[in-house]
Structure formats: C-alpha cells, structure tokens
Nanobody
Framework: QVQLVESGGGLVQAGGSLRLSCAAS????????MGWYRQAPGKERELVAK???????TYEDSVKGRFTISRDNAKNTVYLQMNSLKPEDTGVYYC???????????????WGQGTQVTVSS
C-alpha cells in the first residue's frame, strides 16, 4: 500500500504563511492527480487545490491568489504554499493521491493522516 505522510502544519497569526508537504512512499506505483483538502470543525471536508501529473492546477475560490499547489514527481511529493492566511483557513488539512499500482493495474485514492493548521486573529 502507498502511504502518504504530511508535514508542515502549525499555529500562525493571520497574514502569515505555512508550507505543507505530503510525501508518498511504497513500491511500484505512479501517481495521477494529487490534492489538498481541509476540514474545519463542524464542516465537511472540502477541496482546497489539486494538481495533475502534468502540472495543471485547480483552486477553491477562497484560496485563489493566496495558496499555491506544486509537486515534485521525482519525489512523489505535493506541496501547498499558503500565504496571507486567514482565521477561516483553520482546519485539518489532508493530502490525497490517485495511485496506480503498476503490478495489478489497480487505481486507488490514498489519503494522508491530516495535519492541523490554526490561524489566529
């Protein structure tokens, strides 16, 4: 099974920045789309940004111009640079990856364990 490990969350004041990382590890796989979701207390998980294997990106409207998603395919890692953070960005951030297992041909979505981002006002 491919595992996703996130890092980079924490507590930051409004207007500050954080950079999240998510690295995939395992055997004989390749990754299609990768993305970041977040879940605020009492709310459903929502898409923040996603990136295709070719580098095309999509952003949720509230983060456009503030967040940047990128990936390093050689390292199987996706990043989320978050600038001009607001209190409403607070939540648990999860990365995901659409993984193609090369041996079996199975395509599966894998999720990281989540990392807490807290933005104080």
């Amino acid at each position: 099974q491919v595992q996703l490990v996130e890092s980079g969350g924490g507590l930051v004041q409004a207007g500050g920045s954080l950079r999240l990382s998510c690295a995939a590890s395992g055997r004989r796989f390749t990754i299609n789309d990768m993305g970041w979701y977040r879940q605020a207390p009492g709310k459903e998980r929502e898409l923040v940004a996603k990136i295709t294997s070719g580098g095309s990106t999509t952003y949720e409207d509230s983060v456009k111009g503030r967040f940047t998603i990128s990936r390093d395919n050689a390292k199987n890692t996706v990043y989320l640079q978050m600038n001009s953070l607001k209190p409403e960005d607070t939540g648990v951030y999860y990365c995901n990856a659409d993984v193609l297992y090369l041996g079996s041909g199975v395509l599966a979505r894998r999720w990281g364990q989540g990392t807490q981002v807290t933005v104080s006002s």
